[in-house]
């Protein structure tokens, strides 16, 4: 059970380079999350997943898309990077019984990107 | 948007001294979580709280639900180096998917 996990780990781009970040979870979750952490900011949603077959913006979606490609995998693409989107890259997941008293969130390591 | 504060931003404490830290919050919260960051990882649950007034421990680590459902703390006991890093809040309301975060303590142990 690897729980969260994230490809790449690191990222070095130039500005207006496309590229995809990976996310897969074992853990049967329905919803996923894509956060940014930046200094200072703490994490901030910039797309999730409440279940399969949907998406919805968080609060910084601006210059990202993301596919849910099935209930394992959310994927998160930039399609012309900026220096602004350097940054870390968290993706998590969460457990499927909203409201329950087991409801909470569990993340990967994380991809740190650069964009040059 | 919305973030949620969280203080002290930061902390230099001797090791074995105990450690409290909180969250507020201007919305109600259905579930508050406490995460821990390492340097160069993902946050990872600590504690996990869901009804106002709720207290529940993990090893030196107690958390309360705010009875307001408007804040939530965090107690470290006996602190030790290894307890050095970020830890996190985070809040959920009701009736939605998503979850807001604290800023962060960061934590520094003294030897």
């Known amino acids: 059970n690897a729980g969260v996990t994230q490809t790449p780990k690191f990222q070095v781009l130039k500005t207006g380079q496309s590229m995809t970040l990976q996310c897969a979870q074992d853990?049967?979750?329905?919803?996923m999350y894509w956060y940014r952490q930046d200094p200072g900011m703490g994490l901030r949603l910039i797309y999730y997943?409440?279940?399969?077959?949907?998406?919805d913006k968080g609060e910084v979606p601006n210059g990202y898309n993301v596919s849910r490609l099935n209930k394992r995998e959310f994927s998160l693409r930039l399609e012309s990077a900026a220096p602004s989107q350097t940054s870390v890259y968290f993706c998590?997941?969460?457990?499927?019984?909203?409201?329950?008293?087991?409801?909470?969130?569990?993340f990967g390591p994380g991809t740190r990107l650069t964009v040059l | 948007g919305q973030q949620l504060n969280q203080s002290p931003q930061s902390m230099f404490i001797q090791e074995g001294e105990d450690v409290s830290m909180n969250c507020t919050s201007s919305?109600?919260?259905?579930?508050w979580l406490w995460y821990k960051q390492d340097p160069g990882e993902g946050p990872v649950l600590l504690i996990a709280?869901?009804?106002?007034?709720e207290l529940t421990s993990n090893g030196r680590l107690t958390a309360q639900f705010g009875t307001t459902r408007k804040d939530s703390f965090l107690n470290i006991s006996a602190s030790i180096p290894s307890d050095v890093g970020i830890y996190f809040c985070a809040g959920q309301a009701s009736g939605t998917y998503k979850y807001i975060f604290g800023t962060g303590t960061r934590l520094k142990v003294l030897a």
């Open positions: 919305s109600i919260f259905n579930t």
């Open positions: 853990m049967n979750h329905n919803s």
């Open positions: 998590a997941s969460r457990t499927s019984r909203r409201g329950a008293s087991t409801d909470t969130q569990y």
């Open positions: 997943s409440a279940s399969e077959g949907t998406t």
């Open positions: 709280l869901y009804k106002a007034g």
